[in-house]
C-alpha cells in the first residue's frame, strides 16, 4: 500500500519560512522514474504545482515561486521536505505532496495539510 | 487564469453522459503531452480518475473514460451516479512553463 503523509506548522507568519515534510512509505524514491511533488490548493480554487524531486535528485520547480522554493528528499527516512521563504496570506493554501507516475501523473497523494499565513 | 481551461459547471440527471472538457496549447495538450483526470470530492485529496489521455487506475470504474485531440482533452462519464457529484480537475504539463499544470476544475452537479 502506498502511503504519503505531509506534517509541519499549520499557523506562519508573514515574512517567515514554511517547512513542510512529506512522509511515504510503500515505494522508494531511489527506483528510477519515480518522483514527489507538491502541490497546494488555495480553499475553492485549483490546484498549483509548486516543486518535484526525482529519484536521481533531479529539482524542478514552478516558475512563478522558484525563488522561494527549496525542495530536498532523504532517501533513508523516505521523506521530501519543501521550504517556501517570505510566507505571505497569500500563499494561504492545502499542501499536498504526491508521487509521480504513469509518466507525469500524481497517482497517489497524501492527505494534505491547511497552511495559514497570518500575523 | 489557468493554462488548462475547463468549463466551471455542468451538470446531469443520473443515468445520463456528461462531458467535461479540457482546452490546452500548442505547448502542452497539442505538444503531445498526456492529460490525466482527477476527481476531488469535498473535503479530501484529488484522486487520479484518468492517466495517460485514456488509461483507468485499478479501482476506478470503466464508467469514466478519457480522450484527447489536437489541443483538447475529454471526460466522458456514463450513468452518473449521485456519488459522481464533485470537482473534476485535467493536468498535464507545458513546455514553455516548464512545469506540470491543471485546469481551473469543473464541478458536476447530478440533478
Known amino acids: 500500500q502506498f502511503t504519503l503523509k505531509e506534517s509541519g506548522l499549520t499557523l506562519v507568519n508573514p515574512t517567515q519560512t514554511l517547512t513542510l515534510t512529506c512522509t511515504f512509505s510503500?515505494?522508494?524514491?531511489?527506483?528510477?522514474?519515480?518522483?514527489v511533488g507538491w502541490i497546494r490548493q488555495p480553499q475553492g480554487k485549483a490546484p498549483e504545482w509548486l516543486a518535484l524531486i526525482y529519484w536521481d535528485d533531479d529539482k524542478r520547480y514552478s516558475p512563478s515561486l522558484r525563488s522561494r522554493l527549496t525542495i530536498i528528499k532523504d532517501t533513508s527516512k523516505n521523506e521530501v521536505v519543501l521550504t517556501m521563504t517570505n510566507m505571505d496570506p497569500v500563499d494561504t493554501a492545502t499542501y499536498y505532496c504526491?508521487?509521480?507516475?504513469?509518466?507525469?501523473?500524481?497517482?497517489?497523494w497524501g492527505q494534505g495539510t491547511m497552511v495559514t499565513v497570518s500575523s | 487564469q489557468s493554462v488548462l481551461t475547463q468549463p466551471p459547471s455542468v451538470s446531469g440527471a443520473p443515468g445520463q453522459r456528461v462531458i467535461i472538457s479540457c482546452t490546452g496549447s500548442s505547448s502542452n495538450v497539442g505538444a503531445g503531452y498526456e492529460v490525466h483526470w482527477y476527481q476531488q470530492l469535498p473535503g479530501t485529496a484529488p484522486k487520479l480518475l484518468i492517466y495517460g489521455n485514456n488509461n483507468r487506475p485499478s479501482g476506478v470504474p470503466d464508467r469514466f473514460s478519457g480522450s484527447k485531440s489536437g489541443t483538447s482533452a475529454s471526460l466522458a462519464i456514463t450513468g452518473l451516479q449521485a456519488e459522481d457529484e464533485s470537482d473534476y480537475y485535467c493536468?498535464?504539463?507545458?513546455?514553455?512553463?516548464?512545469?506540470?499544470?491543471f485546469g481551473g476544475g469543473t464541478k458536476l452537479a447530478v440533478l
Open positions: 504526491a508521487r509521480l507516475n504513469y509518466g507525469d501523473a500524481f497517482d497517489i
Open positions: 493536468q498535464s504539463y507545458d513546455s514553455s512553463l516548464s512545469a506540470w499544470v
Open positions: 510503500g515505494f522508494s524514491l531511489s527506483i528510477a522514474g519515480v518522483g
